[in-house]
């Protein structure tokens, strides 16, 4: 197979819309994932990572610019591409009248697996998703995030060279969202690359070797999660109750935000006693706590992941 697991060059996608302008949903996204990463692709609701999934899952053809798996042109040779993904797409449902066993067994079949080895891969998925006491129900009595695991669980027990997951833990629990996290944590040390979207910073910090984050449709910056928190400019964030139209007080600390009528400073914890004094000589209450990745999207991004494009 080719050293990368995907490569995006130019991307571009634009809806042509009858009595509307056109719609750019990509303005030329290019980015690459190693095979064996675990690459997230962050940003806000409508920011275009969607239709960057649907479009390297073969589902959706670009309108230009190019995209590779495992060297093969996604929209040039799909039918060579699509053995070598399983996708999770975010609208995706188990068929209703099957139940979560028969949807992963049926879809693993599909794929050319012997009858054996996809019911020994079925059950081990279920297992992973905790869905065995569902398994036998069909999928439309089933609540909206046990739909949403048995979706996960039909394209795990895969194993394909690459997953695609589109907002693959939307509408589960605290609990079924970290069984999910450790699954795929399992299937990239077996060799699976996983790209997935999702607008979940602590998802996005939990899962990914590497992240992307997408804003209008382009790529504003790659890293780490902690080279991305690194760039804030401090390692601490002083949340001061009652600060938020005191910028000018603490700007020399560091960067200021203001959230919710408290006021945010990042700063370095050799800055951290002065800052400190000048919030008691002012009579305001501080808390003190470690830099998020929350800071890091609003210095790129320039607001709230939570907030609608």
Partial sequence: MADLALR????????????????????????VVR?????????????????FLKIAA????PTSGSVEVFGVDVDRRPEEVRPLIAVVP?????????????????YLLARGFARAEAKRRTDDALAQMALEEVADRLSVTLSGGQRQRTMVATVI???APLLFLDEPTIGMDPFARRAVWASLRTLSKKGSTILLTTHYLDEAEALSDRLYIIEHGKVLVDGTAQSLKRDTGGSLRVSIAGGAGLSG????????????????????????????????????STTV???????AFLRVVGRSIDEDT
Avoid: C, M, W
């Fill in 58 to 61: 073969t589902l959706l053809a």
């Fill in 90 to 106: 975010q609208e995706g449902k188990p068929f209703f009248h099957l139940t979560p066993r028969e949807q992963v067994y049926t």
């Fill in 157 to 159: 027990a895969t194993e």
């Fill in 249 to 284: 007080s603490f700007a020399s600390f560091g960067r200021t935000f203001p959230e919710a009528g408290a006021l945010d400073v990042i700063t370095t914890p050799e800055r951290l006693p002065e800052l400190l004094a000048v919030a008691v000589r002012l009579g305001l």
């Fill in 289 to 295: 706590g470690p830099v998020t990745l929350e800071e």
């Fill in 35 to 51: 095979p064996g990463e675990r690459v997230a692709l962050l940003g806000r609701n409508g920011a275009g990572k969607t239709t």
């Fill in 8 to 31: 995006a060059e130019n991307v571009r996608k634009v809806y042509d819309r009858r009595g509307a302008p056109p719609t750019t949903a990509l303005q030329g996204v290019s980015l």
